[in-house]
């Protein structure tokens, strides 16, 4: 029973938990995120700015097609002034041509808000646009880092498997399927040192007459760590 081959294994286990558990939290995913977040809010602001752009378009088109309509039919009530004699007929006329003078200068003043409206959206968009190519270098930029770092990790990771696979094969069956057992039943160590007087597992100090029974232990065979119940390796 090689006691230091379980402390091995102990040990590389601890370091693949420890880049299990970092490896979504690496400063380069974090940035990654905040680069992705910030040019997803940048697209939809352009696309509000868009939006308020055609919006602004629709009301011109209509604005120009009611004062299309009303410049016609003004047209045609001063090919019929010409033609009518009663003066009350002609006051009537030129009473429903001044109404729809009036209702021109309404169209036009809406066409002239929304040409405003559509000039703010437009240079709301611009102002956008000119930080885009900036955020889309970002998120490059970002990705290139992550993936760097992930094939650090990655080849870490690769390493540690090697060296798990190759204690396994020390160990023999029987001693993996015993570490393995007291693993998972400590939540992921299983396998403490004793360093001087104190548990690495468990973190408390064994009194003289427990660490005298550790030591008792021949070689060969697995102590216990009487406070906690990890296997203890000296
Ligand atoms: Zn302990």
Do not use: W
Not at 113 to 124: I, K, M, R
Not at 186 to 207: I, T
């Amino acid at each position: 029973m090689n006691a230091s081959a379980f402390l091995a294994l102990q040990d590389v286990d601890t370091a693949l938990d420890v880049i299990t558990h970092k490896r979504p939290r690496l400063p380069e995913v974090i940035a990654h995120q905040g680069a992705t977040a910030a040019l997803a809010d940048l697209r939809s602001r352009m696309a509000a700015a868009q939006q308020r752009i055609d919006a602004a378009q629709a009301g011109i088109e209509a604005a120009e097609q009611a004062a299309d309509a009303l410049t016609k039919k003004r047209t045609r009530l001063e090919a019929q002034l010409k033609t009518v004699i009663a003066p009350r007929e002609a006051e009537a006329l030129m009473h429903e041509i001044e109404t729809i003078n009036g209702h021109r200068g309404d169209l036009d003043d809406q066409e002239l808000a929304a040409l405003e409206e559509q000039a703010a959206g437009e240079s709301t968009l611009l102002e956008l646009l000119d930080s885009l190519a900036g955020h889309e270098g970002g998120v490059a930029t970002a990705k290139a880092q992550l993936d760097a770092v992930y094939a650090t990790v990655d080849s870490e990771v690769a390493d540690l498997r090697q060296q798990r696979s190759d204690v396994v094969a020390a160990l023999g069956p029987d001693s993996s399927a015993l570490y393995e057992r007291v693993r998972k039943q400590f939540g992921g160590v299983g396998v403490a040192r004793l360093e001087g007087s104190h548990c690495s597992g468990c973190h408390m100090d064994l009194s003289p007459r427990e660490l005298d029974i550790v030591k008792a232990v021949p070689a060969g065979t697995l102590a216990e760590c009487p406070q906690c119940g990890r296997i203890i390796v000296r």
